[in-house]
């Protein structure tokens, strides 16, 4: 069974800076898509960036990208130069292969300092 | 471009009444999906469709949820009878998989936030 962890339920970072947000997950299937959505305090969901377990390159999109390491089976979200608008929730998830279900980790509450 | 669209945004019931969800996805998109998302067990899906055609609803937690999708531009997730335990936010969503390819993103709608007194 797929099973996606993520160990920080709450993280504070100073505006500006940096901040790296973890996901391991679990699956024996060899081929696979992981996701980051964030959720900010009004609800929704957006989709942040998507890495492809066969894809050579990490994904990145503008101050988002995704550390992925595929041996550890990892895929840490990272932002660079914080803003205050990243305060939210962040929610990594796997798809497993021959199926569009997505399996959700119990998110990371991150809470960025002016 | 308008989004997935649901609605109602709230709903307030009592236990025991039959609760309609509704949900209208983006245009072209062939994949919805109704997803739950409560304090304790955190999002989890509970049916998902393809061209209509329901693919998934091993998540559905008991007799009394059902979803149907008549046509491609609408889904409705039914609950009857309703009971306390059902409040929480459902989402739905939709994505578009290009020919031999899975999408690479859900698009998810504002969420319906249910209480259930």
């Known amino acids: 069974a797929q099973k996606i962890t993520q160990t920080q339920p709450g993280m504070f970072v100073q505006e500006k800076e940096a901040v790296t947000l973890d996901c391991t997950y679990d699956?024996?299937?060899?081929?696979?898509?992981l996701f980051w959505y964030k959720q900010p305090s009004s609800g929704e969901m957006i989709f942040l960036i998507y890495?492809?377990?066969?894809?050579?390159q990490n994904a990145t999109e503008g101050r988002y990208s995704l550390n992925f390491q595929k041996a550890r089976k990892s895929a840490n979200l990272v932002i660079s130069a914080s803003q205050l608008g990243d305060s939210a929730m962040y929610f990594c998830?796997?798809?497993?292969?021959?199926?569009?279900?997505?399996?959700f980790g119990t998110g990371t509450r991150l809470t960025i300092i002016p | 471009d308008a989004g997935v669209i649901q609605s109602p945004r709230h709903e307030v019931t009592e236990m025991g009444q039959e609760v309609t969800l509704r949900c209208k996805p983006i245009?072209?998109?062939?994949?919805l999906f109704w997803y739950r998302q409560t304090m304790m067990r955190g999002l989890e899906l509970l049916i998902y469709?393809?061209?209509?055609?329901?693919?998934?609803d091993s998540g559905m937690p008991e007799d009394r949820f059902s979803a149907k999708m008549p046509n491609a531009s609408f889904s409705t997730l039914k609950i009857q009878p309703s009971e306390p335990r059902d409040s929480a936010v459902y989402f739905c969503?939709?994505?578009?998989?290009?020919?031999?390819?899975?999408?690479?993103?859900?698009?998810f709608g504002p969420g319906t936030r249910l209480t259930v007194l």
């Open positions: 890495q492809g377990s066969y894809d050579q």
């Open positions: 998830a796997m798809r497993r292969p021959q199926n569009e279900k997505l399996t």
């Open positions: 699956t024996s299937d060899p081929s696979y898509g």
């Open positions: 969503a939709s994505s578009f998989s290009p020919r031999g390819q899975f999408a690479n993103e859900q698009f």
């Open positions: 469709f393809n061209n209509n055609v329901p693919i998934d």
């Open positions: 245009s072209g998109h062939d994949y």
